[in-house]
């Protein structure tokens, strides 16, 4: 009885297959974008050790600074490998000043708002122009692609002087 | 002649064994080494968090020959080791080669010295050495 239930289920499941591949394969791919972009095609995202956590240890929430900022990273559970090298349980930093979080499907951008780290740095120094501004860190893999789950750190806020 | 023969063979000798020394990486000008934490001086109870600050240059993992990159020891209660030959792996000698830029370490009650020391791909101090001073704390 039960083997009948399962051949059964099979079979619906591949007439299920077969009909979609059947289907207009333009409108398969729009389905998977629309109902999860992790799903699109051709970019691998690397998995992020459970429990790993991204955090700005300076400056501190809140904080007025005069002249240059230095920003320092700290990650916990996973390690820190250059751009372009794959290693399990590793990826480098990126600082998205003053935007919010990119796709996470896509190479993170490479601009003002997206600051790069692949050459494995775990702190910068840089000018901001006076005035407020956000401040968040996120994890890329060895593409520069966000892990899944993503790591990020919370948004922070500091006020140039 | 045999005797100049036989001192040319072995200076040959000792240059090649000399150049078959582990290679060590250059470090990047102004490169430093730092605790973020904990402090020179602090007294902790439980597991003691150290995080390593590194100016300058980067971290790559154990195995990963990149330019101005390296991973992090940590030396507990010991001077700095031998510079040419990889940091040994022991108690005293905590190796960071996935990359890690802290840890959370046991240490007993008591005094403990703790410093920082960066390696290349295969754990061999650059040229110039990149410490970071020398902290003490007290573990309750």
Do not use: W
Request: aromatic residues 4%; contains cysteine.
């Amino acid at each position: 009885m039960n083997y009948r239930v399962t051949i059964a289920a099979a079979l619906v499941v591949a007439a299920g297959a077969l009909a979609a591949c059947s289907n207009n394969p333009i409108e398969a791919v729009k389905e998977a974008v629309k109902s999860d972009s992790a799903s699109v095609p051709g970019l691998p995202r690397s998995s992020s050790a459970e429990g790993a956590r991204l955090a700005i240890l300076s400056p501190g929430d809140g904080d007025v600074i005069s002249g240059p900022v230095t920003i320092v990273f700290g990650l916990e559970g996973m390690g820190v490998a250059p751009a372009g090298i794959d290693i399990e349980n590793t990826g480098h930093h990126h600082l998205i000043i003053n935007a919010g979080m990119p796709e996470m499907s896509l190479p993170i951008p490479a601009d003002d708002n997206y600051k790069h780290f692949g050459g494995g740095q775990t702190e910068t120094t840089m000018e901001l122009p006076a005035g407020e501004h956000t401040l968040q860190l996120l994890l890329g893999n060895y593409l520069h692609v966000p892990h899944d789950p993503p790591v990020a750190s919370e948004v922070i806020t500091i006020t140039v002087k | 002649m045999i005797k100049t023969l036989f001192i040319a063979v072995i200076s040959s000798l000792f240059v090649a064994t000399s150049s078959m020394a582990l290679d060590r990486s250059p470090s990047a000008e102004g490169a430093e080494l730092y605790f973020i934490s904990p402090k020179s001086g602090e007294t902790i109870s439980g597991p003691v968090t150290v995080i390593f600050g590194l100016k300058g240059m980067g971290v790559a993992p154990a195995g990963t020959d990149k330019e101005n990159t390296g991973h992090h020891h940590l030396l507990i209660n010991t001077g700095l080791p031998a510079l040419d030959l990889p940091v040994p792996a022991d108690d005293q000698h905590k190796h960071f080669g996935k990359g890690q830029t802290q840890t959370t370490i046991e240490l007993p009650s008591g005094k403990h010295t703790l410093q920082l020391l960066l390696g290349n791909h295969i754990h061999v101090p650059h040229n110039p050495v990149v410490a970071s001073d020398v902290i003490e704390i007290t573990v309750k």
